[in-house]
């Protein structure tokens, strides 16, 4: 395997062009899998935070120029590494994907797919994943906060006030934050992402089960727990999805695949890590790379 320190070296010896050492080890991923090969990472990891760095409207410009001149009939291996981001955004970017390569797409996850990078995740036919991989909780979130922790604080406000009204002090700061209408917003967005995800796993992954609802139900309602993960940024990892029933492909079941993943994985973390990029769409071609840059 490439690991972080050989990539480097390459990179070194090269003279520090990031981009033909990357697109070098696409194309060997490429030639292995002799399906379409398509990158999508963001810098959140080794940058400061900023909204380019998620799951965007224009992120889907991206998609487009990489995709431009593929064979579509090879279908997509797409490499995801995301902290999530817009819900709208993906899953308009869901839909043209499956378009475009006729549901015939696998998810690769090298380290991290959160959020919104998950829902992506359970709308291919399957996913790659490592001992190292993890993806995340599907639950919504509003101005930087879970809204399924809001709710549940307005919930316990609720029960605490009606059981005695001195705690209506304690909670009155709280609740006139909220304006008419929010908690209905939350709600409604908690069952967007569930009604999506449960209807990319019945009709993609599952799609020639005979048991596709029951399936999709339990996924959903783990991935969407509040009680089961308590916080939005819980790190979910390759035998828990296999065990809630996602169609997962071990890394390490195939070496040479593993070897080929982990390289291009390091391969865009230094670029991330060396330059002003916070997001690179690249398929393997080396022709079509769409970089955001701080």
């Not at 069952?191 to 020639?208: G, I, P, R, Y």
Request: net charge negative; with cysteine; charged share 25%.
């Amino acid at each position: 395997m490439s690991n972080w320190k050989a990539i480097q070296e390459e990179i070194i010896e090269s003279g520090n062009v990031f981009d033909v050492v990357r697109r070098r080890h696409l194309a060997k991923l490429h030639k292995y899998t002799e399906r379409n090969v398509i990158a999508y990472y963001s810098g959140w990891l080794s940058n400061e935070p900023s909204v380019d760095a998620s799951i965007i409207d224009d992120d889907k410009n991206g998609f487009m120029m990489c995709i431009h001149g593929l064979n579509k009939k090879q279908g997509l291996d797409l490499m995801l590494h995301t902290p999530g981001g817009d819900i709208a955004a993906t899953e308009s970017l869901v839909n043209y994907l499956r378009v475009v390569f006729d549901d015939d797409i696998r998810v690769i996850v090298p380290h991290v797919s959160m959020s919104a990078g998950t829902m992506i995740a359970c709308s291919a036919k399957q996913i790659i994943m490592g001992k190292q991989s993890n993806l995340g909780p599907i639950d919504p979130q509003i101005r930087g906060a879970a809204v399924n922790a809001i709710i549940e604080d307005v919930k316990k406000a609720c029960d605490e006030i009606s059981e005695d009204q001195k705690y209506y002090i304690k909670w009155q700061p709280i609740l006139s934050q909220l304006s008419p209408g929010f908690i209905t917003q939350c709600e409604e967005a908690i069952n967007w992402a569930k009604e999506f995800v449960e209807t990319q796993l019945k009709e993609v992954m599952f799609s020639d089960d005979p048991d596709k609802e029951a399936k999709a139900n339990k996924i959903v309602e783990y991935l969407s727990s509040f009680n089961d993960h308590k916080t939005h940024s819980k790190h979910i990892h390759m035998e828990k999805c296999k065990e809630i029933g996602l169609n997962v492909l071990e890394l390490e079941s195939d070496q040479s695949l593993q070897d080929l993943v982990l390289s291009v994985h390091h391969c865009f973390n230094h670029t991330l890590s060396n330059t002003n990029a916070i997001k690179i769409i690249e398929n393997h071609t080396g022709n079509s790379c769409y970089i955001k840059r701080i």
